[in-house]
């Protein structure tokens, strides 16, 4: 299986502080991948790094599809909810790569918008403003804008924060699509259950990668305290790190 | 009947300037209300009066070069202060962590400040009344096809990046995973906010340029829950103060500048109170809760 994403001692962070340290590995076509570790371990900040938001400190990030064939889910902070802006309108920007500035919403680009729409189960919801959504039902008109993209990466950042048991079931149904499709997801999660449970491969990330390969054998009880104990807070007086003079 | 002629159609059909006046009215609105629209929903409401203020020294600047009141110069001095002013703040506001209000506000005071220095060292008594309150009652060919060319540039230039303006609102992490589209937009529409206030203040002043833009703006919010249909409502609230405060002005003697802006003004009043969408109505006679 060819490779999607390649990490060679990737270092990513902020005022050459590193929030991820000396990543090296590579994503498989196809691969089911959740991300976890605790706050501050540097989860959001590879995402980031992957669709290009942040650019390495050291080391690289090789990526198969171009930057704008990503499909990506920031956590939600970003969006300004009191735009008025319906959903139908909200999840057609999913489209953005087939119709750009100016291509049109026809018939069949409409009927594909309300085809996501139920299929994240708005049915009904089409008209309404953004501002007038429940959390979840934000979260769900998002994975709909995500599954228009139509992408071969898709990026899920703390996906299933604050959702009730039934959107995450839902929105975890949609995952498990993708991936019979034979797309390519990475996913931030807090939820241990979720990650062993639908999740073939984890990455456990504490600053530094602490464990890479199948669930099971990343979610040892060891590993998860080496993580706990290895995320600090950034030293302001750290000195230059030694492996980049190697 | 004849005395509803007199008072609202009368004077449009009897002198040419009040027809002028009027074309000028219909330009501004037309570019004024959607843009107003997209500032307020930026929450940038206050940018057009620091825009005005960052505009005011180029004009000021292009009256004195030129000695006198040229439309070219002082509509040339206006656009490029204005821009300068607008590039500088949007690019610092993108490239790094100030945040756009304060970017802004350092750019516009340079501008200001180059301003006044320059104008009090020249020392000439100029009549910068023109520039502060304009005179939308003596608009002539040249100025009315400035007008009009700025309103017609905003609207096409609005129909190209409406989609990419409306994401960079929406969701500007969003736009900068699809598309590199998000700077260029951004900057397109400060500069449209400059060439609206530039139009503005050849026909109210700089400083009244603003009401036109954001009171229907803010009223239109109260009228509608829907981008495109608040848009619509803000250039027909625009174009009714203009129409109106021309009239008013026409049958008083106020100047009229202050008297379109106060109509907009009251107008905006009006839709606080009796608009139903988030305004005072629905906050204190919010009616009796539905079944579902």
Avoid at chain 2, 126 to 153: E, K, R
Wanted: net charge neutral; proline share 4%.
């Amino acid at each position: 299986m060819a490779a999607v994403l390649s990490f060679r001692n990737l270092t990513l962070g902020y005022d050459r502080h590193p929030a991820v340290h000396h990543l090296d590995g590579s994503v498989n076509e196809g691969a089911l991948l959740a991300v976890i570790g605790p706050n501050g371990a540097g989860k959001s900040t590879l995402l980031k790094g992957i669709v290009g938001a942040l650019t390495p400190l050291a080391g690289a990030i090789e990526r198969k599809p171009l930057a704008h064939d990503i499909a990506y889910l920031p956590q939600i902070a970003e969006i300004d909810r009191s735009f008025p802006i319906s959903v139908y309108d909200l999840v057609s920007m999913g489209l953005w790569r087939r119709s750009g500035l100016l291509g049109g919403i026809g018939q069949k680009e409409s009927d594909l918008i309300r085809q996501a729409v139920a299929t994240v189960g708005l049915q009904g919801f089409e008209d309404r403003t953004i501002g007038t959504l429940s959390g979840g039902q934000m979260q769900r008109a998002l994975f709909a804008r995500l599954l228009l993209q139509d992408a071969r990466l898709i990026l899920l950042d703390e996906p299933f924060v604050s959702l009730d048991t039934r959107t995450v079931s839902d929105l975890l149904e949609i995952i498990a699509r993708w991936h019979r499709e034979q797309r390519t997801v990475l996913a931030v999660l807090h939820d241990n259950e979720i990650v062993k449970e639908k999740f073939p491969e984890t990455l456990l990330l504490a600053r530094e990668p602490v464990a890479w390969g199948p669930t099971r054998e990343v979610l040892h009880a060891e590993n998860l305290l080496r993580a706990r104990r290895m995320c600090e807070a950034f030293d302001d007086h750290a000195v230059v790190c030694k492996d980049d003079a190697a | 009947m004849s005395t509803l002629y007199d008072a609202l159609i009368g004077p449009f059909v009897e002198f040419e300037f009040m027809r002028r006046a009027l074309v000028g009215m219909l330009a501004l609105a037309l570019g004024a209300g959607p843009v107003g629209v997209f500032l307020m929903l930026r929450r940038m409401s206050l940018m057009g009066d620091a825009m005005a203020h960052a505009i005011l020294p180029g004009a000021a600047l292009g009256f004195l070069l030129a000695g006198g009141l040229s439309l070219f110069a002082m509509t040339a001095g206006g656009v490029i202060a204005g821009f300068t002013v607008a590039m500088g703040a949007g690019l610092v506001a993108r490239a790094t962590d100030l945040k756009e209000d304060a970017s802004l506000a350092a750019f516009y005071l340079i501008s200001l400040a180059l301003g006044v220095l320059i104008v009090s060292v020249k020392g000439s008594n100029i009549d910068l009344l023109h520039v502060l309150f304009g005179s939308v009652l003596a608009l002539d060919n040249a100025t009315l096809m400035t007008l009009a060319a700025f309103a017609t540039v905003s609207l096409f230039v609005l129909a190209i990046l409406w989609r990419p303006l409306v994401l960079e609102c929406v969701d500007p992490g969003f736009l900068r995973s699809v598309s590199n589209a998000g700077a260029p937009t951004h900057l397109a529409f400060l500069a449209l906010v400059v060439l609206n206030l530039v139009g503005g203040f050849h026909a109210l002043g700089t400083l009244m340029a603003v009401g036109l833009m954001m009171l229907p703006a803010a009223a239109a919010r109260f009228w509608a829950a829907d981008l495109t249909r608040m848009v619509i409502i803000a250039i027909l609230l625009a174009l009714l103060s203009g129409v109106s405060g021309l009239l008013l002005s026409y049958h008083t003697g106020a100047p009229s500048g202050p008297s379109i802006i106060l109509v907009a003004g009251l107008f905006y009043l009006f839709s606080l109170a009796l608009g139903p969408v988030g305004g005072l109505r629905r906050k204190f006679v919010p009616g009796r809760h539905l079944e579902a």
